[in-house]
Structure formats: structure tokens, C-alpha cells
């Protein structure tokens, strides 16, 4: 029997349009999976507090003997940068020489550590923790050698570190949050024991420690594309591992701001 409706509408119209709905209908009711959530990078933004040679021009070397001597500018630089990556929403883990207590006006780092900046031992006189000598952990102990008479060198670091330690708590208020060596090696704390282990009763559970070797290019040139492709390379040496000791070693990643 023919409706009124059909009589409008061709048979083979009617079915196609059948067959589209029923589609449609199956369509909207089959589960379709949500595209995979694409992995974040986990980037860490660090500074060391500490003056460079070469800074603010080339020729100056004295800030070799006075690292934690800092400028009103780097310490402007410094508590702007925390302030800027705070209002984006992240943080910046500053490592802080000890002798940076020792400056009339620390203000500006306790308000690092208000906005929920971490700092970090940067330890007292930046020393090498590789020295050999006395006077290769500081130039400050060569010119002034009396300042470590009688020690050895496991002493001179325990000591630095120790006091940055208690420096930061003391005259700040703020608990130390990880380790950072002066200057980067290439191969870690790979096979210095000893080194893990002066930092592990220091009651550090991680050390950033590592910088890997890479290109830089000629001075005051625009890097060569074989530059960046080795900064690229280097990051897969800058990944975290655990030493046998059980401290946990987060490199440093290149490049820094000082090679760049």
C-alpha cells in the first residue's frame, strides 16, 4: 500500500536516505578513541649564583678569586628571571655560592625562595672538586694559602660545602635543595667514589655534575650547522642515571649560557 509520503518520494531515494541514517545512527554511537596525549618535555631551568671571569667584559679575571662577590646587575638579572618564569607558571633552581651570604642585602634571594624558587649548594669558594692541590681548588688558596693551611683537599670541599650548607639556613632561612660541582665534567663523578660519597653524608641524594663534551665554534661567529647538530648530539649524554653508590647524577644540559 502507497502513503502519501511515499508517493512524494522515488523508492531508491527513500532507501538511500535509509541507509544514510542508519549509518549516521551506527556512527554516533561507536566509541572513537581520543587521540594519544602527546608526552611533555620536562625541562629544567637552572642558575648558577656566582660571578664569571670575563664579565662584564673580556680581560677581567678577578671574579676567579671572588665568585660570590656578585654585581648589583647579575643580582637584578638574577631575582627578575625567577620573578619571569614565575608568572609562567614554572621554576627556576638556582645554585648559590656560599659567599653570596656574606653580602650586606640578601634580599633578593630570600624573595628567590619565597616565590618557590629551590637554590642549591653551589658550594663556598666555587672549588674544583677534582683538585689535587690545595691550591688547584681555589685560586683564592694559591693567593691566599693561608686560609687552608693544614688541610687536605677531602677537607678543603667537605668544609665549602658544609658551610654554604649552613650559610644558606643561617643567614637566609633557606634549606638547601641539591648540588651543583663548579664547572661541568665531561665524565661525571664517573669512578670517584670518594666524591659520591663526601656528598652522600652530606646528606645530598642528587648532584648535577656532568656537562657533555660539544662543538662551540669560533668566537664571536655564527655557529656552523655542525655546531648545533652537536649540541643535539650531547643531549643524549645529558640524561640522569644513578651511580653504584646510589647518588643520583642530573646533568647539566648543554649548551650553557656562558659557551653560548
Not at 511515499?6 to 572513537?32: E, H
Request: hydrophobic share 35%; charged share 20%; aromatic share 8%.
Amino acid at each position: 500500500m502507497k502513503t502519501p509520503f511515499m508517493d512524494r518520494i522515488p523508492r531508491r531515494q527513500f532507501l538511500a536516505g535509509s541507509l544514510a541514517t542508519t549509518l549516521a545512527a551506527s556512527t554516533a554511537t561507536t566509541a572513537v578513541p581520543a587521540p594519544a596525549a602527546r608526552p611533555k618535555a620536562q625541562i629544567a631551568i637552572t642558575l648558577d649564583l656566582e660571578m664569571s671571569r670575563h664579565y662584564p667584559r673580556r680581560g677581567i679575571t678577578e671574579w676567579d678569586y671572588q665568585k660570590g662577590n656578585l654585581d648589583a646587575a647579575t643580582k637584578k638579572y638574577a631575582l627578575e628571571a625567577g620573578q619571569l618564569v614565575k608568572r609562567q607558571g614554572g621554576l627556576l633552581h638556582y645554585f648559590c655560592v656560599g659567599r653570596v651570604l656574606e653580602q650586606p642585602d640578601i634580599s633578593w634571594l630570600q624573595q628567590l625562595s619565597q616565590l618557590g624558587h629551590p637554590i642549591g649548594n653551589h658550594t663556598y669558594d666555587h672549588v674544583n672538586l677534582k683538585a689535587t692541590t690545595p691550591a688547584m681548588a681555589q685560586y683564592r688558596f694559591k693567593r691566599s694559602p693561608w686560609l687552608v693551611k693544614g688541610m687536605t683537599v677531602p677537607e678543603i670541599l667537605r668544609e665549602n660545602i658544609r658551610l654554604t650548607t649552613i650559610a644558606l639556613k643561617e643567614r637566609a632561612k633557606i634549606d638547601v635543595n641539591g648540588f651543583r660541582t663548579p664547572g661541568g665534567f665531561r665524565d661525571a663523578l664517573d669512578g670517584r667514589a670518594d666524591l659520591q660519597q663526601l656528598l652522600l653524608q652530606q646528606k645530598f641524594s642528587w648532584v648535577s655534575s656532568k656537562y657533555p663534551r660539544h662543538a662551540y665554534g669560533e668566537p664571536k661567529q655564527e655557529p656552523a650547522e655542525e655546531v648545533y647538530q652537536s649540541i643535539v648530539d650531547a643531549q643524549q649524554q645529558a640524561q640522569p642515571y644513578r651511580y653504584p653508590t646510589g647518588l643520583i647524577e642530573i646533568p647539566m644540559s648543554p649548551i650553557s649560557d656562558v659557551g653560548a
